[in-house]
Structures are given as structure tokens and as C-alpha cells.
């Protein structure tokens, strides 16, 4: 066959790689000669149609494995020799379906997980895959990248410190010449927080001479490196390749397999159980079996999902564990890998669960009546399972994660449109002013809130705010009072729900109070979680030394032009919330009235954010809308923005700065009692956040320093 392809072969040419790359496979004719056979003329032009769109490239080596008594069904023949089915392209079938460049934040980067990135590092390809996911790009532009543009994307991964996995990528990377991938290798395995080196590369399986004994030695140098390669079906296991993974193995590398799933090339359980045998005996780890991607030219390739279950339903208990790949879906627009199993949990009741196993056999299995989970406040230093947290990632909380996790107030995820949350957003609560007073009401909350009194004006406001109420159907009315005011707003059934001794001016007291008209309203369904809140923020109180503001962030005031960076922050933490936050609009009409916000940026990034709302006609000032973005958290920037933010107001001339947090979630309680604050009271079911109406704590922290 070698002779066929190149008329001065030389002895020994096949076992060097350099000799298949120089003759890979690209025209029609030479397949035709090699099968020995004749295309009708009529499928010739189609299967050039195809090449024009789709071009072809076939190393010799796996051209070699096609079985030519029977090509046409022949699984090596189907995934290098063009069909013209590939023109077929469905409504479905997109360029991009992974949205791989929308996700794109460097050149050859797709960041899509938290903690790793895909880094497509060479656009060459000893095989063009027939079913190639990246088909849009596949013969593009058949030479390497230039190291300016590698050093782009090495740029961004040294500049983003989550990124704890590089997965080169490509084309495939084991194309570079040994010096650039030596580089590349040597420029990753120098970055502080690239803790694993991952090469993605389909050569052992078309192109095993590349896995040379050199190759080898400068991969082992860069330890830990993993590799996964792309066999799809057990014929293309041969000694060749068995050869290359064995001295991958010896590397001390380990070596994992991505399988896609295809019409007519291993849609079969047998196919498949005998494919993951094979990889086992190589020291390969089937890794992914994939769901072939609804990529144009594609479609005749597809099976069922139904395929890929009946599959792992033949693998799972059937062969060892490790045999068995997660088959997954790669979610349409980047939505990333999905994995789908067979279902074994069939039922359960809150006592047990019922399970299937791969024998039809049906149990019960009894979860434990006393078991109680670690409460999470998401302080280590005070949990039994002795986690040291030093080095130990605190990635974001994304997801369904967060809506599981008990220290996060998210009780819902909400898709970007959504038509009842809009109608919500445009429910927020009107600010109004009433005689001279001013006061907020709106569904939102359902009650009225008297934010600012003009004390001549007491006793209207109080029959005003009744009516108003009746009116629509509010059911708390709620005011903050000075000492003399307050014995009118008693008459009317208002009872203290929060004190401040310093409230006005650094020395007169201020009173929140209440009025439940529907009384159910005063009901708290969570007393005793509340009670604990405050228990643990007691215990707490005052222990927190001052921390300061980590390298490489900075703290200042935000200006008209942060606001789009603030409502993309408050947004990302809050699912909901009482005022139009969201919006960039919003924010700068508060900000030109009398709300100061504070933000801590880590380079050109938006961390975390709080804000000042100043009254100084009272002297006070609340402080409020603390939010830190989930990749921020623990590093305490809630408390530094809350000391700037005291300083500031205490400069000022401010006597009392006060905030309230949710009643019913540990974290911010605790952060107040931490940082000095005393408790006030309690506002029972007071303020709509994140869709339920909520028990907020009052706390506060005198500024002057009391004379006399
Ligand atoms: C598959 C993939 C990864 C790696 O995912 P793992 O599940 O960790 O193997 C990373 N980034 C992108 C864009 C991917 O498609």
C-alpha cells in the first residue's frame, strides 16, 4: 500500500510520522486505487461536492485498517471517507452547536467551567474525523499557530487564577513540532495555579508513530499530565497503537478515551463493551462517551439518545466499573457537558428509596431516621470536618449547587426571560411623598413604609397611611419614630419591633414599629431558626480583627460609569430584589441623590460592592446592599467595604450608621455581630427578597462617642 501512495518509498518510511503526514489522503483518486474500485461517475461528483465543503486528509496508517472486502460498512472507512450525506444539513444542525466562539474570551481559549479552560492550540489534524464537531473549521487554515498568538491565550490563563486545568486542544496538539509543544508545556507547568496539563489528541488512534520515545520524554517532564485520546471503535486498537498508549502508560501517564457515539460505526452495545475492553487492556480509561453533536454536516451520523442508554444500561454492572463511560450531551449553545444515565432510583418515600439493579432485582434501601447534616454557615474554623481551607478552592457557588447549599439566600434560578419576573420587576415598591413626609408602598413588600416624618404631620400620615392601606389591601405598615412621636403611634396599634438609642443626631433614640393589619402577618413560621441565627451572631460578637485589603484589589467610591459593572454584580447575587438594583438607570439616579456606593475591584473586575444611604437631616446612615460576587467570597471584602464605609460616615459627621439583614440567614447576622454591631430587634415579615417576604434584623453601631 505504501508503494501505491508514494512510488520512491523507502524501507521503514511507515513507521516514521513525518512520512504519513507528508502523504495523508486527499483525493478521491488515490482512495479509489487503494480499495481497488471505481466510483460511478454520479457519486464521484457528489463526493466532490463534499470535499469542497468538507475537505479529506487520511493518514496512510488508518487508511491501512479499512477492511476493503467490505469498505462501505467499514467503521474505519465511515469516519475518514467522505459521504455525501454530509451535505444533507438539517433545520437543527448548527456551525458552532457548542457556541465554542461565542465563549471565547482569548484567542484559541473556550472558557466555559469555572476552573479549566479548552485552549485549541493547533489548527492541524493528521485525520479529518468525518464526524468532527469542529467541521467548520477543519482544513481552514492547515498550518500552526504562531506563538504570538499561543502567548495570547497563555496571557489570559496566567491573568485568570481559577483556571486550575489546561485542556489543549485543537486540531490536535501532539501535531506541533516537539519544541513548540516542549514550550507550551514549559509556559503552562510555570504558572503558580495550573495544577494539571490535559492534551486532547486523536494520534494514537490515526497517527500512533507520533508517540516517539522523544515525545514521550518531554511530555513526562511537565508531570501531572493526562491525555485522552479518541478511539470509537475496537479495530482501531491495534499493535501499533498498543505499542504508543503502553508507552504513554509507562510515562506515568494517565490516559482516558472519548468515544463518540455514531450511526454505523459503534451504535452497539457489543461494539461498545468490546471497544472498552480493549482500552482497559491498554491502561485506558473510557473516559466520555458522547452524544453526537447536531453540528451541519453531521446528521447521518446521529443515533437516538435512546441508543446511548441502552448502552450504558448493557455496561453498568455488566463490566467493571472502570470501563464504563458517562455518556453525556454537550448541551446545545454552551450549556456544556449533561450526563444521562439509565434511571436505577424508581421510587422512594421519606423513609426509603427504591432501586433497580442491572438485573431487574428491586430494593428498598432505609435512609437513617436521625441523621443530621453539618449545618453550613460556611465557617470551617468552626465545623468538625476540619477542613483547612488553605489552598482548597472556593470557586463560585453556581447552579443547582447554590440552590442546595443552606449558607446562600437563592432559593430559585431564574432564565434571563421570563415574563412573570418582569411583570414583577415593574411591580418594585413607589417611593411617594405624603404631605411633606415620604413613604414607599407597593405589592412588592405589601405594606407601607413611613421612611421620612415630618413630625407636625404625625397624626395624617397615620389615618393617610390606614387608608391607603385599605385601599390596596397592604398588610403591615411599618415606621421609624422618634421618642415623642412615638405614644401617638401606639394609640393606633404601631409596637416597637427595633430600637436605636443613637438613631437621631448620635443621641436621640429612634423606634421601628409595626402595625400588622392582617395579623397572621406577624406569624414567623421560622422562629427557632431565627432564634439560632442570633445565637450564633452573639456568640460571635465583636471578635473579628481588622482585615486588610488583599494585593492586587483596590477600594473606592463608584462613579456614574461603574453602574452597568454594579447592576451586573447585584444582579449575579441577588435573584430578586426590592429595588430596581439591576438596572445601570437606577442605579445613577440614586447615586445623584443620596446613596454613596462602594466597590472593591480585583484588577479591572468588579468584586463586591456595598452602599451608604445617608439621611443627615437625622444623622444617620444605612448601609446596605452588600454583594460579593461568589468567586470573591471569603476573603472578607464585605467587612473592609463596611469599615471604609463607617470611617467615611463618621468623618462626615453621621452619629449612628445601621443596616438590616435577612433574620433567617447566618452569614450577614454573624458579619454585623463580628464587626462590633448590636442588635436592635427584629422586623417580622417585612421585606420581599427573592420572592418570599422576609424577617430582617436590625443592627446598628453608634459613631460619636458620647459627651457629657
Ligand atoms: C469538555 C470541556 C472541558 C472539560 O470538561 P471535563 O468534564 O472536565 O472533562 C472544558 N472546557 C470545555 C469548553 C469543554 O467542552
Not at 496508517?61 to 471517507?81: A, C, G, H, M, T
Not at 490536535?172 to 513540532?177: A, H
Not at 446521529?302 to 454537550?330: C, M, Q, W
Request: charged residues 25%.
Amino acid at each position: 500500500m505504501a508503494h501505491k501512495i508514494s512510488s520512491d518509498y523507502h524501507e521503514d518510511e511507515w513507521n516514521n510520522w513525518k512520512w504519513h503526514i507528508s502523504h495523508t489522503i486527499r483525493d478521491l483518486t488515490t482512495v479509489e486505487k487503494l480499495l481497488g474500485v471505481k466510483f460511478s461517475a454520479e457519486k464521484r461528483r457528489s463526493l466532490e461536492d463534499t470535499i469542497l465543503k468538507f475537505p479529506m486528509s487520511i493518514t496512510p496508517y488508518y487508511f491501512s485498517l479499512i477492511d476493503r472486502k467490505n469498505f462501505e460498512n467499514d467503521p474505519v472507512f465511515i469516519q475518514s471517507v467522505p459521504s455525501a450525506a454530509e451535505l444533507n444539513f438539517s433545520c437543527y444542525d448548527k456551525e458552532d452547536p457548542l457556541a465554542e466562539d461565542v465563549d471565547s474570551p482569548a484567542p484559541g481559549i473556550t472558557h466555559r467551567y469555572p476552573d479549566r479552560v479548552l485552549f485549541h492550540v493547533s489548527n492541524r489534524c493528521a485525520m479529518y474525523c468525518r464526524h468532527c464537531t469542529r467541521k467548520r473549521k477543519v482544513g481552514d487554515i492547515d498550518k500552526n499557530l504562531s506563538r504570538d498568538e499561543l502567548k495570547k491565550g497563555l496571557e489570559y490563563i496566567k491573568n485568570t487564577p481559577r483556571v486550575r486545568d489546561v485542556l489543549l486542544s485543537g486540531g490536535d496538539p501532539l501535531l506541533l513540532p516537539d519544541s513548540i509543544l516542549e514550550w507550551l508545556l514549559s509556559e503552562l507547568k510555570a504558572i503558580p495555579h495550573v495544577q494539571v496539563i490535559r492534551i486532547g489528541t486523536r494520534v494514537p488512534v490515526v497517527l500512533p508513530q507520533r508517540i516517539t520515545p522523544h515525545l514521550v520524554k518531554i511530555i513526562r517532564k511537565y508531570h501531572p499530565v493526562w491525555i485522552n485520546t479518541h478511539f470509537n471503535h475496537p479495530r482501531e486498537i491495534t499493535s501499533t497503537s498498543s505499542r504508543a498508549l503502553g508507552m504513554l502508560a509507562d510515562a506515568g501517564i494517565p490516559l482516558g478515551n472519548q468515544t463518540v457515539l455514531l450511526a454505523k460505526v459503534n451504535d452497539c452495545p457489543r461494539v461498545m463493551k468490546a471497544l472498552v475492553h480493549k482500552l482497559v487492556e491498554n491502561r485506558v480509561r473510557p473516559y466520555y462517551l458522547y452524544q453526537c453533536d447536531p453540528a451541519q454536516g453531521l446528521s447521518h451520523f446521529r443515533t437516538s439518545i435512546g441508543k446511548g442508554i441502552e448502552i450504558i444500561e448493557n455496561l453498568i454492572g455488566h463490566t467493571s466499573g472502570f470501563a464504563v463511560p458517562t455518556y453525556v450531551i454537550d448541551a446545545p449553545n454552551g450549556g456544556g457537558k449533561i450526563p444521562i444515565m439509565p434511571n436505577y432510583l424508581i421510587s422512594q418515600s421519606s423513609s426509603k428509596v427504591i432501586l433497580r439493579n442491572y438485573e431487574g432485582i428491586i430494593t428498598a434501601y432505609y435512609q437513617p431516621e436521625d441523621y443530621h447534616p453539618p449545618k453550613c454557615g460556611q465557617d470551617c474554623s468552626a465545623c468538625n470536618l476540619d477542613l483547612d481551607l488553605n489552598g482548597a478552592a472556593e470557586g463560585a457557588l453556581v447552579g443547582i449547587a447554590r440552590l442546595l447549599s443552606n449558607y446562600e439566600d437563592t432559593d430559585y434560578l431564574v432564565p434571563t426571560e421570563c415574563d412573570r419576573m418582569d411583570r414583577r420587576k415593574s411591580g418594585y415598591d413607589q417611593i411617594t411623598t405624603m404631605g411633606t413626609s415620604l413613604i414607599q408602598h407597593g405589592k412588592n413588600s405589601d405594606r407601607i413604609y413611613l421612611m421620612r416624618l415630618a413630625a407636625e404631620e404625625a397624626a395624617t400620615l397615620i389615618t393617610g397611611m390606614q387608608t391607603l392601606a385599605t385601599e390596596n389591601g397592604y398588610t403591615k405598615l411599618f415606621a421609624k419614630v422618634p421618642d415623642d412621636i412615638k405614644p401617638l403611634f401606639e394609640a393606633d396599634g404601631f409596637e416597637t419591633e427595633a430600637v436605636i438609642p443613637c438613631f437621631y443626631g448620635g443621641s436621640k433614640a429612634g423606634y421601628f414599629m409595626g402595625k400588622f393589619i392582617d395579623k397572621d402577618r406577624k406569624i414567623e413560621e421560622n422562629g427557632e431558626l431565627l432564634e439560632d441565627v442570633l445565637k450564633v451572631a452573639h456568640s460571635k460578637a465583636g471578635k473579628v480583627p481588622a482585615v486588610k485589603l488583599p494585593n492586587g484589589y483596590t477600594l473606592r467610591k463608584c462613579t456614574a460609569e461603574d453602574t452597568s459593572a454594579m447592576a451586573e454584580v447585584f444582579s449575579t447575587v441577588f435573584a430578586s430584589y426590592p429595588f430596581p438594583i439591576f438596572e445601570p438607570d437606577y442605579i445613577s439616579r440614586t447615586m445623584a441623590e443620596s446613596i454613596t456606593y462602594y466597590g472593591i475591584w480585583h484588577g479591572d473586575r468588579l468584586a463586591a460592592l456595598s452602599s451608604a444611604e445617608q439621611y443627615p437631616l437625622e444623622g444617620h446612615v444605612e448601609l446596605t446592599d452588600f454583594a460579593t460576587l461568589p468567586a470573591y467570597r471569603r476573603r472578607k471584602l464585605a467587612g473592609i467595604l463596611l469599615r471604609t464605609m463607617e470611617d467615611e460616615m463618621k468623618q462626615k459627621g453621621f452619629g449612628v450608621s445601621y443596616t438590616s439583614a435577612v433574620a433567617e440567614s447566618y452569614g450577614m447576622n454573624i458579619s454585623f455581630a463580628r464587626q462590633g454591631y448590636k442588635f436592635a430587634g427584629r422586623l417580622k415579615n417585612n421585606t420581599q427578597i427573592n420572592g418570599s417576604i422576609k424577617s430582617m434584623n436590625v443592627w446598628y453601631k453608634c459613631l460619636k462617642k458620647k459627651t457629657k
